[in-house]
């Protein structure tokens, strides 16, 4: 049976395999190509070599400023997201009642649109800071906890049920064991919970921070970078520059080029810090 699902298994990988090629793999190449040319459509292009990435981080200093914008938003998400999520998830796997109506609920927020979700809070936080006289473009401060509100709001419960799934599969005789020796509830939490739900860990954290990272529908419905691009993100910049800008359309693909080798290697990065520890455990 298995020499007979060999033999057939490149005619059910080819549909996929060939999809795959032609809108990611090649759309990918020719972008790479792009960055490095000026051009109004791919097929009018004029080489201009790096020139695209010089004037990507020379010209002005949105670029770069979105980049600091976007890496403090993560880190600040990362660890929000990701401790409030596993909070929730302990609690919810307590003998409590009405836990999976909780979590329901908890989850329900991942399944709204970004942008819908964007003017949801927009409308929010401007109806709290209108007693003030302000709204969330006045202060890039507002802007920046109000993407973290936001994003705090969306992901922690699609990350809760991650964590859920991660805790029910720790044994409970190994709790019961640790309990019997005398330990305690936050050794239990740190030498035993945590360590046993590194593989959710990993995939929280991958997943918290390239959604953070990639971040536009988002950030463009809440603050659309005011005031003064000073709380546009990566994303955002990149499709500013690339549609609002004549004949940046090659600066625009430079950063965009820029943005995944950054966001590829931080990735990795975590990848590999995070699975070492499943290792390790």
């Not at 003998?95 to 949801?120: A, D, E, H, Q, W």
């Not at 919970?193 to 959604?211: E, G, K, R």
Request: proline share 2%; charged share 10%; glycine share 8%.
């Amino acid at each position: 049976m298995n020499k007979r699902l060999n033999r057939y298994m490149p005619l059910f990988v080819l549909p996929t395999l060939i999809a795959f090629i032609i809108f990611f793999v090649i759309p990918f190449i020719m972008g790479i190509y792009l960055s490095f040319t000026k051009f109004t459509t791919v097929t009018n292009t004029q080489w201009v070599g790096f020139g695209n990435y010089v004037r990507a981080f020379k010209t002005n200093n949105d670029f770069t400023h979105a980049l600091w914008f976007t890496v403090r938003f993560t880190i600040v998400s990362v660890i929000t997201v990701n401790v409030f999520a596993f909070l929730l998830a302990l609690a919810l796997t307590k003998s409590l009642k009405g836990t999976n109506v909780f979590r329901t609920i908890f989850f329900m927020p991942n399944l709204i649109g970004g942008i819908v979700l964007g003017y949801i809070w927009n409308l929010i936080i401007n109806g709290v800071l209108h007693y003030f006289g302000v709204d969330i473009t006045f202060d890039a401060r507002y802007g920046f906890w109000g993407l973290v509100i936001l994003m705090n709001w969306q992901l922690i419960g699609y990350m809760m049920v991650i964590y859920i799934a991660g805790l029910q599969n720790i044994s409970g005789d190994l709790l019961e064991a640790a309990s019997i020796d005398g330990a305690s509830s936050a050794t239990k939490l740190f030498k035993i919970t945590i360590p046993m739900v590194m593989p959710s860990i990993t995939i929280c954290m991958f997943l918290t921070l390239t959604n953070s990272f990639k971040l536009f529908d988002q950030n463009l419905a809440l603050t659309s970078g005011a005031p003064g691009r000073e709380t546009a993100m990566l994303a955002l910049d990149i499709y500013d520059t690339f549609y609002g800008r004549i004949g940046w359309q090659g600066v625009g693909q430079a950063k965009a080029v820029v943005f995944f080798i950054i966001v590829a290697i931080i990735a990795f990065i975590q990848l590999r810090l995070t699975r070492s520890k499943e290792i390790d455990n």
